[in-house]
């Protein structure tokens, strides 16, 4: 079925609400979305292969911090989506590199991740310079790299394949965020290894998918759109079982 940007994103705000996440994280999570969607990067898809590991998760929990110094913090989402993690993680590394000029955040053991793209939006809004990168356990390798500038909403975004397998093991469910008050963090790609596959999404391009979405609308599976309004009730059910145990006359003038 073909949404409006607006109905996107309040569906997803009462489904994530149904889910358990706080109204806050809800509403960002449902930015996130809606963002990614609206600029041609597939937040629809994303949310419809991640909604199942959501409702396993049940209440969005906080990440918890392995180590920190005044630069670099390292956080556990502890195998959880990132739209539940994103928000108090990446204000962190804003107020680090507010403060200090830079910071360098890495969020392990979370997935959903590109949909964190939305988010930086935010923080490039609000003039930091932000680079995240992050690779895919595919066959083959895969990494993303997603550069803004301070002011600029919009992304440059590369999306490329590695020929050789790197010797680090280690799974591949981390983002990198790199955030700077005053120097452009813009990637460049430069790789001993051969890159193929390259995709690139300059801020001109997205910025022209997004007038043509706003226009033309957005494609929502029929049954991811039946899962979130089924989601979205659960609120209803609340809201209706409050209502009942809260009717009726007070016990004072006061109530």
């Given at each position: 079925m073909n949404v409006s940007h607006n109905e996107l994103e309040g569906i997803c705000r009462k489904a994530f609400q149904g889910i358990g996440f706080s109204e806050g994280d809800a509403a960002d999570a449902a930015d996130m979305v809606a963002w990614m969607e609206v600029h041609g990067l597939g937040g629809i898809a994303a949310l419809k292969k991640g909604v199942h590991f959501l409702l396993k998760e049940g209440e969005s929990q906080p990440p918890s911090i392995i180590y920190q110094d005044a630069d670099v913090t390292v956080l556990d989402a502890h195998g959880n989506s990132i739209l539940g993690n994103a928000s108090l993680a990446l204000e962190l590394g804003y107020v680090r590199a507010r403060a200090r000029g830079l910071s360098v955040t890495k969020i392990r053991h979370c997935h959903n991740r590109i949909l964190v793209i939305g988010y930086l939006s935010r923080l490039a809004r609000r003039g930091m310079n932000v680079t995240a990168f992050w690779r895919n356990a595919h066959d083959p390798l895969t990494e993303l790299v997603v550069g803004f500038r301070a002011g600029h909403p919009i992304p440059d975004l590369c999306f490329y394949s590695l020929e050789a397998v790197p010797d680090d093991i280690e799974k591949n469910d981390g983002i990198t965020l790199v955030m700077a008050n005053h120097v452009?963090?813009?990637?460049?790609?430069?790789?001993?290894?051969?890159?193929?596959?390259?995709?690139?999404?300059?801020?001109?391009?997205?910025?022209?998918?997004?007038?043509?979405?706003?226009?033309?609308?957005?494609?929502?599976?029929?049954?991811?759109?039946?899962?979130?309004?089924?989601?979205?009730?659960?609120?209803?059910?609340?809201?209706?079982?409050?209502?009942?145990?809260?009717?009726?006359?007070?016990?004072?003038?006061?109530?």
């Amino acid at each position: 079925m073909n949404v409006s940007h607006n109905e996107l994103e309040g569906i997803c705000r009462k489904a994530f609400q149904g889910i358990g996440f706080s109204e806050g994280d809800a509403a960002d999570a449902a930015d996130m979305v809606a963002w990614m969607e609206v600029h041609g990067l597939g937040g629809i898809a994303a949310l419809k292969k991640g909604v199942h590991f959501l409702l396993k998760e049940g209440e969005s929990q906080p990440p918890s911090i392995i180590y920190q110094d005044a630069d670099v913090t390292v956080l556990d989402a502890h195998g959880n989506s990132i739209l539940g993690n994103a928000s108090l993680a990446l204000e962190l590394g804003y107020v680090r590199a507010r403060a200090r000029g830079l910071s360098v955040t890495k969020i392990r053991h979370c997935h959903n991740r590109i949909l964190v793209i939305g988010y930086l939006s935010r923080l490039a809004r609000r003039g930091m310079n932000v680079t995240a990168f992050w690779r895919n356990a595919h066959d083959p390798l895969t990494e993303l790299v997603v550069g803004f500038r301070a002011g600029h909403p919009i992304p440059d975004l590369c999306f490329y394949s590695l020929e050789a397998v790197p010797d680090d093991i280690e799974k591949n469910d981390g983002i990198t965020l790199v955030m700077a008050n005053h120097v452009d963090l813009m990637p460049g790609l430069r790789s001993s290894q051969p890159l193929t596959n390259l995709i690139q999404h300059s801020e001109p391009d997205l910025v022209a998918r997004k007038a043509q979405l706003l226009t033309a609308g957005m494609e929502v599976d029929d049954d991811l759109w039946k899962t979130l309004k089924s989601l979205a009730d659960r609120l209803l059910v609340e809201a209706t079982e409050d209502s009942r145990s809260g009717a009726g006359a007070g016990t004072n003038d006061n109530d």
